[in-house]
């Protein structure tokens, strides 16, 4: 088993519409996790940090499942400039992190 | 967060010959890592850069190939050595550590094309 495994994607939506990505790892042991996005050609950005069972900032939600073993992430009204590929990123053994292979979401107009 | 730059943001350099990658941070920092993104892949860590000691390598990277230097906390350097075509690829450092959180912030990336 791959320790962090997204669907690559592409997901294709409207403007305005609600995406989910999820992300499952294979380390029990992982305590924090991180959704970053990356713009083509461009450097990962931090999005949003998980340390209990969920976070919320505007637009974007997520939730971890300790339980099975992932983690999504929820975007609202999506917007263009959401165009991107987002990165599931849990940590393994304290400060190293496990990149996941991205989601690569396209909000057409 | 911190303010992170690499030099040089890309080049185009002839196999045999070696790169030296800097990242410059605007503050002190625990932790600084490299790694290496290859063309449609995601990130893979080459090594935890160590102030005042030896680079942690993972498994598949060895000093030889990429040494590290970390003279202080807010400079290191990944010297690319011996290219070859395969060694194309974006490399990466990144900070951690900051207010006691495991979370990386990472500078712009440094493009190499080796040919």
């Known amino acids: 088993r791959k320790e962090v495994e997204q669907d690559p994607g592409p997901f294709n939506v409207p403007e305005g519409a609600t995406v989910a990505f999820n992300c499952t790892y294979s380390?029990?042991?992982?305590?924090?996790f991180f959704w970053y996005r990356q713009d083509c050609r461009k450097e990962p950005k931090l999005l949003m940090s998980v340390y209990s069972s969920g976070n919320e900032d505007g637009r974007f939600t997520a939730q971890l499942n300790r339980a099975s073993q992932y983690i999504s992430l929820l975007i609202r009204d999506s917007k263009l400039s959401d165009s991107a590929t987002y990165l599931c990123v849990p940590d393994n053994a304290g400060n190293m992190l496990t990149f996941g292979g991205g989601t690569r979401l396209m909000v057409k107009p | 967060s911190a303010v992170i730059s690499q030099k040089p943001s890309r080049d185009i350099c002839q196999r045999g010959t070696s790169l030296t990658i800097q990242c410059q941070v605007d503050?002190?920092?625990?932790?600084m890592f490299w790694y290496r993104q290859q063309p449609g892949q995601s990130l893979t860590l080459i090594a935890t850069a160590n102030q005042g000691s030896e680079a942690t390598y993972e498994s598949g990277f060895v000093i030889d190939k990429f040494p590290i230097s970390r003279p202080n906390l807010t400079f290191s350097t990944l010297t690319v050595s011996n290219m070859s075509p395969e060694d194309s690829s974006i490399y990466l450092c990144?900070?951690?550590?900051?207010?006691?959180?495991?979370?990386?912030?990472f500078g712009p990336g440094t493009r190499l094309t080796v040919t």
């Open positions: 380390n029990s042991a992982s305590q924090s």
């Open positions: 990144s900070v951690g550590g900051l207010a006691g959180t495991y979370e990386q912030y």
């Open positions: 503050s002190q920092v625990t932790m």
